[in-house]
């Protein structure tokens, strides 16, 4: 299950990202939002798509040191990105991933909780990425997905389309899903 072009991002484009969420992060802290997503002690998350890794300290606290979090990524610069934010903020619990494509290495079955925040926008095959999810995470796991820079009945229309997902609660920031 490869990419599709545009789905990663110049290293160039990856940088200047990376630049703006810093500015962005002191003006709207991320834990903001992780507060209502529902993340617990001892979970399993995934960060899929962590970009620069601006989510993994705040998860990281809230699935505490018996939990884990995996931050997943296609650009070998946010990997990188998060190994230095691992070891400079020493959070043993987080575990860096490179996906190729939309194949995540994960184990099936893994993720007690999988969020997706502002990338749904760049794939090119939602059914595609959405199995993937759906293959990770566990029965009865959620789902927490953002429209990115779209709008929200098109993020709808994708995920109803993959057959995969059942929308059980709607925020302005967020949809909630759980696996059929």
Known sequence: M???AGERMSDTGFRIMSAFFRIQDLIWPPDRLLDQIG??????????????GRY???????????????????????I???VRRVREE???NVVPVLARGY????????????YALDMFHMIRDPSAFLGE???IIKPGGVLVIDDGHQPREVTLKKIR???LWVVEHETAAFLRCRPK
């Open 2 to 4: 490869q990419a599709r």
């Open 56 to 78: 993994i300290a705040g998860a990281s606290r809230r699935v505490g040191r018996t939990g884990r979090l995996y931050a997943v990524d296609i650009h070998e610069l946010a």
């Open 90 to 92: 020493r959070l043993i």
């Open 133 to 135: 999810l759906h293959r």
């Open 80 to 82: 990188e990105a998060v």
């Open 161 to 163: 389309a993959s057959g």
């Open 39 to 52: 993340i617990r002690e001892r979970m399993t998350v995934v960060d899929y798509g962590c970009g620069p």
């Open 103 to 114: 194949d995540s290495g994960l184990p099936a079955g893994t993720a007690d909780l999988v």
